[in-house]
């Protein structure tokens, strides 16, 4: 059997233990796993300060890679992670063999995460952060409201987001990414859960994520479920990633 090694980086407010199942599973067969708590996450909470931002996160990823001198990583990154992988990449294109996108895609140069969702929901995010982050972090979201019509999201995955999450440092959202185009020679798979290919297909004419989406070297699979596959369908999402192939 082919060993793999994959760096599992999480979306926000989440750290590494948000892929303990998916993450025990490829170890199980013989995959080597580094799951990543980005700065001011997870056990690395203690770190989190207004000046934490997204570089500090591409640093941390791109630190990994060479603390532990990998190569022809599989570098997965979720939701917001997506973001911090693709800034990775693009500094250390010579580590990754792939680049995987779980419900999310690369966003292009000079544009934020909170930019993502459109002006309204920047404003309402910054006024969270206002009110409820002491300034310079945006609070977890009710993780039970959001899963109360997911019918797959049970209790146990409920409380794992609940126990796992922290505050985001707001920069991490508002820093635009800045990229210099290796990560776009980098072959790419697209884990589509929340939204379908058809739909990708769709929207990349509107939406900068999608529109990266149909250009390059891509491949998909879908995977039907809400934004947090890790809990909902980890057992699936550990099978999808140990299918990919470098």
Request: proline share 8%; hydrophobic share 45%.
């Amino acid at each position: 059997m082919n060993t793999t090694t994959y760096v599992l980086v999480p979306g926000f407010w989440l750290g590494a233990s948000i892929w303990r199942t998916v993450a025990d599973s490829l170890s199980e067969h013989g995959h080597v796993v580094h799951a990543v708590d980005l700065s001011g996450m997870g056990e690395r909470a203690h770190l989190a300060s207004p000046e934490t931002d997204l570089t500090t996160h591409i640093d941390d990823v791109v630190h990994l890679l060479e603390q532990y001198d990998l190569h022809d990583v599989v570098l997965v990154g979720h939701s917001y992670g997506a973001l911090v992988t693709t800034g990775a990449a693009d500094r250390a294109p010579e580590r990754v063999a792939r680049l995987v996108y779980i419900d999310a895609g690369p966003l292009p140069d000079g544009m934020a995460q909170a930019d993502f969702e459109g002006p309204d929901a920047r404003a309402a995010n910054q006024d969270l952060v206002m009110t409820h982050g002491e300034g310079w972090k945006l609070p977890p979201p009710p993780w039970a409201v959001l899963a109360a019509a997911v019918p797959e999201v049970d209790d146990d995955a409920v409380a794992a987001l609940v126990e796992g999450s922290q505050p985001q440092p707001w920069r991490t959202a508002t820093q635009p990414v800045v990229l210099a185009g290796a990560w776009g020679r980098l072959p790419r798979t697209g884990v589509l859960c929340s939204f379908s290919l058809e739909q990708v297909r769709q929207m990349a004419p509107y939406a900068p994520m999608f529109a990266h989406m149909v250009d390059g070297d891509w491949t998909y699979i879908e995977l039907p479920t809400w934004h947090w596959p890790m809990v909902s369908r980890s057992v699936e999402l550990a099978k999808v990633l140990a299918s990919v192939n470098c």
